[in-house]
């Protein structure tokens, strides 16, 4: 679903090579600062990369509409808030 290939994001993030498979739910773990947030903000358009590919379902994630990206890629934060109305 998503490959990422020698992404640069500031000083935070350098991947050289990672994909995340299509159909199969991901966990992303690590210490505190490791990138983790950064990696999701990333992978769901919300800041770009200053440097690499990276690639939803083969295309450029700067060329698609990162409404309809969210709305396909579901990420759901360790402490989730729901709102449940009465």
């Known amino acids: 679903m998503f490959n990422l290939e020698k992404v640069r994001f500031k000083n935070i993030l350098e991947l050289d090579s990672l994909g995340f498979p299509d159909n199969k739910i991901t966990t992303i773990i690590g210490p505190s600062g490791a990138g983790k947030s950064t990696l999701l903000k990333l992978l769901n358009n919300m800041i770009s990369i200053d440097s690499g590919t990276l ?17 396909e890629v579901i990420m759901l934060a360790q402490n989730a808030i729901i709102d449940k109305q009465i």
């Open 55 to 71: 690639l939803y379902k083969g295309q450029d994630i700067n060329q698609l509409n990162p409404v309809e990206l969210r709305r």
